[in-house]
């Protein structure tokens, strides 16, 4: 799982890497910690309406931790405090948070510098840096949706997909040896418009993860 991440210092390379007709006003903060303000990257809801100028793909900012539409008004307090910014893919379609989304096909890619996890095998937590070997941004795989604050406005949320990282030959040797191993899923380029577009139903057919000695592992020593 991952709970910090680095998002873009550029806007523009929402334009360049995802096919973003319209860069957001801001990215927000660059260090991303769950229920922060985060962009992610999606189909806009319009885009089946048949108008010719919406686009295939925007950008959209939100909170880093869904809440689902799904939560009454006198929920919401307690769907905030949740720990929301992960989402198993295995059991995300059967989720009360998740299911909604999932279901919908409600498909996301949120874009990032570098994301974070911890390493433990000296026995103490180091924060460990991973980022692509060519410098290159990440697009990690996830699920949004939206619901209506107290005051009736809408509100953006989204979460990152995880799954078991056991048998990764990279992502294996972090967390504590005593828990499962997870990892989000870091999508290769070539299937970012595979996922946006995905059909409702179990896709995680779709969550092939970008190739582990692509990648670079860099210790954060304090």
Not at 127 to 147: E, K, M, N, S
Request: hydrophobic share 40%; glycine share 8%.
């Amino acid at each position: 799982m991952c709970s910090h991440y680095q998002t873009l210092k550029d806007a523009e390379l929402l334009l360049k890497k995802f096919g973003v007709r319209e860069k957001p006003a801001a990215v927000g903060k660059y260090d991303i910690w769950p229920r922060y303000q985060g962009v992610f990257v999606r189909r806009p809801v319009e885009h089946d309406a048949g108008d010719e100028a919406v686009p295939e793909r925007e950008a959209v900012a939100g909170r880093w931790g869904l809440i689902s539409a799904m939560t009454k008004a006198d929920g919401l307090d307690n769907a905030g405090k949740l720990s929301t910014f992960n989402a198993r893919s295995e059991t995300a379609p059967k989720s009360f948070t998740f299911g909604n989304a999932w279901r919908r096909a409600q498909h996301c890619i949120i874009p990032a510098d570098a994301i974070f996890e911890p390493d433990w095998r000296s026995g103490v937590a180091v924060a460990t840096r991973f980022t692509r070997d060519d410098g290159a941004t990440l697009g990690i795989a996830g699920l949004w949706d939206r619901w209506r604050d107290a005051a009736g406005q809408i509100q953006e949320s989204y979460t990152m997909l995880t799954i078991n990282a056991d048998e990764d030959p990279l992502f294996q040797d972090y967390h504590q040896a005593s828990k499962e191993k997870r990892m989000v899923v870091i999508l290769p380029e070539g299937a970012y418009g595979d996922w946006l577009t995905a059909p409702v139903g179990d896709t995680r057919d779709f969550l092939v993860t970008f190739p582990a000695d692509r990648l670079i592992a860099e210790a954060q020593i304090q």
